[in-house]
């Protein structure tokens, strides 16, 4: 199943695709699909969009083989990998990699086309920095 067909079938469950991974644990073979809502996506929801989806996936498989579905909200520690991604997280923490290998913590403050507005916690300034120089990002939360 295409990314495109995937959020349309998700649209229609009143939640949002965040991303999809594949991983290895155990020996076994996982295709993960987070979701979003501008509801908190419960158990319940995630169990619901697992019983629509699954037996699509069975009609067409996301990887080859076999292979567990999970489906889940992408956590409070989340990756950023689209500008997207930052745009919904606006007000969070994040720690960011550079292409220049710098490594920042802060608050996302916006998002302005292609760029992210951060309040850079270690020269306590905002930063406007192109998303093209974001190498790795992920937000964390503070206790």
Same mark, same amino acid.
């Given at each position: 199943?295409?990314?495109?067909?995937? +959020?349309n079938l998700l649209k229609e469950c009143?939640?949002?695709? %965040?991303?999809? @991974?594949?991983?290895? +644990?155990?020996?076994?073979?996982? %295709?993960?699909?987070?979701?979003?809502?501008?509801e908190p996506v419960t158990l319940d929801?995630?169990?619901?969009?697992?019983?629509?989806?699954?037996?699509?996936?069975?009609? +067409?498989?996301?990887?080859?083989? +076999?292979?567990?579905? @999970?489906?889940?909200?992408?956590?409070?520690?989340?990756?950023?990998?689209?500008?997207?991604?930052?745009?919904?997280?606006?007000?969070?923490?994040?720690?960011?990699?550079?292409?220049?290998?710098? $490594?920042?913590?802060?608050?996302?403050?916006?998002t302005e086309g292609n760029s992210v507005?951060? %309040?850079?916690?270690?020269? $306590?300034? @905002?930063?406007?920095?192109?998303?093209?120089?974001?190498?790795?990002? $992920?937000? %964390?939360?503070?206790?």
């Amino acid at each position: 199943m295409d990314r495109t067909t995937l +959020e349309n079938l998700l649209k229609e469950c009143g939640v949002t695709l %965040y991303d999809t @991974e594949v991983v290895t +644990e155990n020996d076994h073979r996982i %295709y993960r699909v987070y979701i979003t809502s501008d509801e908190p996506v419960t158990l319940d929801k995630c169990t619901e969009v697992t019983k629509i989806i699954s037996p699509i996936l069975d009609l +067409e498989p996301p990887v080859s083989g +076999e292979y567990f579905l @999970e489906v889940s909200s992408p956590g409070i520690d989340r990756q950023l990998k689209t500008i997207d991604h930052f745009r919904h997280s606006v007000g969070d923490l994040v720690k960011l990699k550079l292409t220049d290998g710098t $490594k920042l913590k802060g608050k996302i403050l916006a998002t302005e086309g292609n760029s992210v507005k951060l %309040y850079d916690k270690g020269s $306590k300034e @905002e930063r406007e920095i192109p998303f093209a120089e974001i190498t790795k990002a $992920k937000t %964390y939360f503070e206790w």
